[in-house]
């Protein structure tokens, strides 16, 4: 669904940040 899509959309640009 969006939701999924959109959370997965914002994990890939935190990823970056945390590492």
């Known amino acids: 669904g ?3 899509q959109l ?3 914002k994990i ?3 990823a ?3 590492l």
Request: charged share 15%.
């Open 16 to 18: 970056p940040e945390v």
């Open 7 to 9: 959370n997965f959309t």
């Open 12 to 14: 890939v640009s935190l």
């Open 2 to 4: 969006g939701f999924r």
